[in-house]
C-alpha cells in the first residue's frame, strides 16, 4: 500500500474539497475496512483453546453480519519479516484506485477474501506493523470506498450534522507495534503515557511524535501530526478485536490469558499500551472493543450484533433491545441528550452511523433471539 507522507492528509482533504460534487445520490451508510493482523502468533492457542486466526476469523464474519447490505468494504492483512520483506500489507479485497467507487459489496466475494487473509497466517517469522497499517487503512482507503462528498453532512445541515457515511475501520490482533518502517509517517518510539479520551484534540494524552499519537491524530483528524479535530467532515468509527494467548505448560501447567507466544516460548504480550490506544479509540468513536480472552477460565462472550446492553458472560439479542432502540429512535449520539447519556445511546445505536433509527431497529430484528 502507499505511504503519504510526503502531503498531510489534511491537506490532502482541503485539496480534494474542490474537486468533488456538492452532493452524492447514493451514498452508503456505511463503508468499512477489515484489518488482519497475519503475524505468526496468530497461529497460537487463544480463547478457549481455539487459534487465534480462527477465533479472528470468525469475529471478522460476524462483524461483517452486523453491517447494513451494500456496504463498501476492503480487506487487508499485515505483517511482515523487516529485515528479509519490507512489504508489510496484503491486499485480498481493495477498491480500484482508478475507478475507485467501484468498492466490493458482494458477500460471496468478501467471505472469500477474510478466508484467503486467515489462511495466509503461518507458522515463521513475520511481525506485527500495526502502526503503518492502522494509518494506511485510513489515509489511503477513506476516500475510495465511496465518493469524497458522502464523507461530509450533506451540504446546508447545521453545525454538528453527522457524516452521511461513516467509515468503519475493523482491527483484529494479538500483538504489539513492532515492525512499522521508521520512514513511515506514523512510525515512532511507544508512548509513556496511556490514551486519554478526556484529552481530545490536545494530544489524548499520548506522548508527542509516538507511534500511539501518530495512530490516534489518524484516526480523529485525518492528519497524523495533528490534533485539533475538525468541526465537522470525516465520521470515523474504531472497532477493535484483541486477542490474547492460551499458553500451556508456561510456570502453572494450566491455560492463562496473558499473552505468551507458545511458538518460541517466549513472552510477546499485548502491550497495556496497545489495549489503551485501541480501547481509547473505540470509545471517542463509539465503535466495538472487545478483548478476546478467559477470565477465571472462562471465555468472555463475544457482544452479538444487535445486543444493545452486552455483559461479558452473556450475550443475546432480546425483546427488550427491541423496545431500548425504539426508546431512542431518532436521537443521535451526543453528550447532552436530555433523556439518555452519549454511552447509552451509542449502545443503541447498533450499527455505529451516530444516530438510532430503523436500520438499528432492523438489525436488531435480524438477530432477534440469536446468541453469541
Known amino acids: ?154 451540504p446546508g445541515s447545521p453545525p454538528g450534522t453527522p457524516a452521511q457515511t ?57 492528519d497524523p501530526n495533528t490534533t485539533a479535530i475538525p468541526l465537522g467532515g470525516i465520521k470515523f468509527v474504531s472497532n477493535v478485536t484483541l486477542l490474547f494467548d492460551t499458553v500451556n505448560g508456561l510456570g502453572s501447567g494450566t491455560g492463562n490469558d496473558h499473552g505468551a507466544t507458545s511458538i518460541f516460548g517466549l513472552q510477546q504480550a499485548v502491550t497495556p499500551a496497545l489495549q489503551a490506544l485501541m480501547g481509547g479509540l473505540a470509545k471517542v468513536t463509539h465503535g466495538q472493543y472487545f478483548e478476546a480472552k478467559n477470565v477465571n477460565g472462562v471465555p468472555v462472550k463475544a457482544p ?5 446492553d452486552p455483559s461479558p458472560t452473556r450475550s443475546c439479542v432480546e425483546q427488550a433491545d427491541v423496545s431500548r432502540v425504539v426508546q431512542a429512535l431518532g436521537h443521535r449520539v451526543r453528550a447532552g441528550d436530555p433523556a439518555f447519556s452519549e454511552t447509552d445511546l451509542a449502545m443503541r445505536d447498533v450499527n455505529n452511523d451516530q444516530i438510532v433509527n430503523t436500520q438499528d431497529y432492523l438489525l436488531v430484528l435480524k438477530f432477534l433471539g440469536k446468541c453469541s
Not at 174 to 198: R, V
Open 1 to 154: 500500500m502507499r505511504h503519504l507522507k510526503q502531503l498531510p492528509f489534511g491537506l490532502a482533504l482541503a485539496s480534494t474539497l474542490a474537486l468533488v460534487p456538492a452532493a452524492h445520490a447514493a451514498c452508503p451508510s456505511q463503508a468499512a475496512v477489515f484489518m488482519l493482523d497475519q503475524s505468526n502468533s496468530m497461529n497460537d492457542p487463544g480463547m478457549g483453546g481455539t487459534l487465534k486466526r480462527e477465533l479472528a476469523l470468525a469475529r471478522m464474519i460476524s462483524d461483517y453480519r452486523g453491517l447494513p447490505s451494500g456496504t463498501p468494504v476492503g480487506v487487508y492483512g499485515f505483517g511482515n519479516d523487516p529485515q528479509y520483506d519490507p512489504t508489510y500489507t496484503h491486499t485480498y479485497i481493495a477498491v480500484d484506485p482508478i475507478t475507485p467507487k467501484k468498492a466490493v459489496i458482494d458477500e460471496v466475494a468478501i467471505l472469500a477474501a477474510f478466508q484467503a487473509a486467515r489462511d495466509a497466517i503461518v507458522a515463521g517469522t513475520w511481525w506485527s506493523p500495526v502502526a503503518g497499517a492502522t494509518c494506511d487503512s485510513i489515509q489511503v482507503d477513506l476516500t475510495n470506498l465511496t465518493d469524497f462528498s458522502c464523507l461530509l453532512a450533506p
Open 166 to 222: 461513516s467509515y468503519q475501520m475493523y482491527l483484529y490482533s494479538d500483538g504489539i507495534e513492532n515492525s512499522t518502517p521508521s520512514t513511515h509517517g506514523c512510525a515512532g518510539l511507544p508512548s509513556t503515557t496511556a490514551f486519554n479520551s478526556a484529552l481530545l484534540g490536545s494530544g489524548f494524552g499520548l506522548t508527542p511524535n509516538s507511534w500511539e499519537w501518530h495512530v490516534a491524530n489518524t484516526a480523529l483528524t485525518g
Open 304 to 308: 452479538m450484533t444487535g445486543d444493545t
